[in-house]
């Protein structure tokens, strides 16, 4: 949408299903983190950080639980994710 007074782009945020059977979806935020609740009752699973101002886009590996996620800016960051203790671990590339 262009106006004369200011210029609005819209980012639109990616939903992804997470796990190994895809029981979880993942959906990024304008605060920086994203969200994995669980597909069949809705409930929040946990809040993680995942850029240092947007996340747009969440990629799972299929067999490994590694989640890619970027924002805005060049640079994508790839996580560990355990479901089990609910955890996220960077990895230094």
Known sequence: MR????DQIIYAKTVNFLGPNDDSVASGS????FFI???H??????????DSS???II????YFPLVAVSGIDTTVKV??????TR?????HC
């Open 3 to 6: 106006s004369e007074k200011f």
């Open 30 to 33: 304008d605060d920086g983190n």
């Open 37 to 39: 609740w669980d597909k």
């Open 41 to 50: 009752d809705g409930r929040l699973q946990g809040i993680y950080e995942g």
């Open 54 to 56: 947007v996340v747009n």
């Open 59 to 62: 990629e799972g590996h299929p």
């Open 79 to 84: 996580r560990v994710l355990s479901f089990e």
């Open 87 to 91: 955890k996220l671990t960077r990895i």
